[in-house]
Nanobody
Framework: QVQLAESGGDSVQAGGSLRLSCAAS????????LAWFRQAPGALREGVAA???????NYADSVKGRFTISKDNAKDTLYLQMNSLKPTDTAMYYC??????????????????WGQGTQVTVSS
């Protein structure tokens, strides 16, 4: 059974940093496409960053230059380093996984495994 567990969410002030982690059980990250999504209250789930099995990355325009996605295949852990946080980054953050390549790596419908989410709150 595949399980994804996020951690690292917190409340921070604007300009601060956080690192989110997503640990996997029942799956090895090596061949998976992995991504971070976020969802604010009343908003659609938004793709934030993705990393393919070969390490290629993709970012939403809203986070380019501020967020970095990475993974540790040995630990089956996905990370999201978030710097220069803004109040608009406030949301529940989810990690997602798919066992293979996807066509649109920031589209939620591409992924079939999801974590429960971790809350990030950025105050001004």
């Amino acid at each position: 059974q595949v399980q994804l567990a996020e951690s690292g969410g917190d409340s921070v002030q604007a300009g601060g940093s956080l690192r989110l982690s997503c640990a996997a059980s029942g799956v090895t990250y090596t061949s998976f496409c992995l991504a971070w999504f976020r969802q604010a209250p009343g908003a659609l789930r938004e793709g934030v960053a993705a990393i393919d099995s070969d390490g290629s990355t993709n970012y939403a325009d809203s986070v380019k230059g501020r967020f970095t996605i990475s993974k540790d295949n040995a630990k089956d852990t996905l990370y999201l380093q978030m710097n220069s946080l803004k109040p608009t980054d406030t949301a529940m953050y989810y990690c997602a996984a798919y066992p293979g390549p996807v066509a649109s790596d920031l589209a939620a419908y591409e992924y079939n495994y999801w974590g429960q989410g971790t809350q990030v709150t950025v105050s001004s």
